[in-house]
């Protein structure tokens, strides 16, 4: 009796497994299914005169073999034949009444062919329910690209961190889809969101981030119910992870302010955000489609004295006070930066003269003065002779990470212009 109950047990298994892993009765059916005819067919040479029967509502199988019958001693192939007086006299399924050239049902008891079919059995439909498991894995981490994620911090290594959720899947979180100043110990709590889900030899691989821009949006959707529900719409992300984010947020209800939405009642809303982001400042501002005042909203707290656009090579040309470059720039460079990427034009700072005040934009100087020099004088805020003459030499060498033998030769080749 215990060998008969070894293909039921296994019926059982699989519906345990199937409630645990939400595998829907069809593909149960289909899997068990295939596994008895894999088995069979290794057994019996075919499958093609079995019957397979499942009956997940019982949790039982019933396999029924297919014989053609054939006169005595005329048997050549006993796994698709049977004698006609052995049909008849069949133990099992005996068939008086049957003839010549008839099929014979005959019903199979898997148990009776032993523990080495069972075991076989038993290795076929493991492997079959872990590819359905790395499948449905695999389908549902894909569809979920780009959504938050919680796991839980089960393995540190140098390079990535391995995280459980809650129903025990691996994600993957790499050194550098981590925040510069996230640190992390066994057992703690890590959202993230879904980066990359691939399949590569059937061996699903989950990615998570903390750096993506998709994590800062999800966080505002988490916190802001406006944009949760609609109301709010995030037009645009710029993010340099750890350090500084801006976000463009526009709605669609003139009752709502959606600036002051986000950043909530004395900032109750941003605050989460920025501690989950390991206190990145994140501005945030009114998105327009107006070019020119979306750079201008997106180079605050700067202000601007005048923007020259070329739309179709997406570059601009900003003009400001002396006293407000600085601010445009940004510590590192970092304000410029964002706006750039939030906007999508390539941008340039220069100072704005008086018109009685002379001046030439270093790209003039490209025959005596190396690009790159140019380039790092430029970063710092300094776009033109002047502006690299009223700047204090020992700032240039530390601004612009410039040796001083460089700058000094960059004085000199811009006072003798001056001169001339």
């Known amino acids: 009796m215990a060998k008969k109950e070894e293909p039921i047990d296994m019926v059982d298994r699989f519906s345990e497994f199937k409630e645990l892993k939400n595998i829907d009765k069809t593909t149960m059916i289909s899997v068990l299914e295939e596994s008895f005819r894999s088995v069979i067919a290794k057994m019996f040479g075919s499958d093609e005169n079995f019957d397979v029967i499942m009956n997940p509502d019982k949790g039982d199988c019933e396999i029924y073999q297919n014989l053609e019958i054939v006169p005595d001693g005329e048997v050549v192939n006993p796994n698709t034949q049977i004698s006609i007086t052995d049909a008849k006299n069949d133990p099992d399924d005996p068939d008086p009444d049957c003839e010549v050239g008839e099929d014979h049902t005959k019903k199979i008891d898997f148990a009776k062919f032993g523990r080495r079919a069972i075991l076989n059995l038993r290795q076929t439909l493991a492997s079959k329910i872990l590819d359905l498991q790395k499948d449905a894995i695999y389908s549902k981490f894909k569809e979920m690209e780009g959504e938050l994620v919680t796991g839980e911090v089960y393995q540190l290594w140098k390079r990535e961190i391995l995280l459980l ?21 066994k057992g703690e709590t890590v959202r993230a969101v879904i980066y990359n889900v691939d399949n590569k030899n059937n061996n699903p691989k989950i990615t998570v981030s903390r750096t993506s821009e998709n994590f800062l949006r999800r966080l505002f959707e988490l916190e802001v119910p406006e944009i949760h529900d609609g109301l709010i719409l995030i037009r645009a992300v710029a993010r340099i992870p750890g350090e500084r984010a801006k976000i463009a947020v526009e709605s669609y209800d003139d009752r709502i302010d959606p600036v002051g939405a986000c950043v909530g009642v004395k900032g109750a809303r941003i605050h989460g955000i920025v501690r989950e982001l390991r206190n990145e400042n994140i501005d945030v501002i009114n998105y327009t489609s107006n070019p020119q005042l979306f750079i201008q909203r997106a180079l605050s707290p700067a202000k601007i004295s005048s923007i020259r656009l070329d739309e179709e090579n997406k570059h601009a040309e900003v003009f400001l006070r002396p006293e407000e470059v600085s601010l445009a720039i940004g510590k590192g460079g970092l304000n410029i930066r964002l706006a750039s990427m939030l906007t999508g034009y390539e941008i340039d700072v220069y100072r704005d003269l008086d018109d009685n005040e002379e001046d030439i934009y270093l790209d003039e100087f490209k025959d005596e003065i190396d690009s790159w020099v140019i380039e790092a004088l430029k970063d710092m805020g300094c776009a033109t002779a002047k502006a690299v003459l009223n700047t204090p030499r020992e700032e240039l060498i530390e601004k612009a990470d ?19």
């Open 402 to 420: 410039l040796e001083e033998d460089t700058v000094d030769n960059v004085i000199k080749v811009l006072k003798a212009e001056f001169e001339d």
């Open 165 to 185: 959720d809650d129903d025990k899947n691996e994600l993957l979180l790499p050194k550098d889809q981590q925040i510069p100043s996230d640190f992390y110990r």
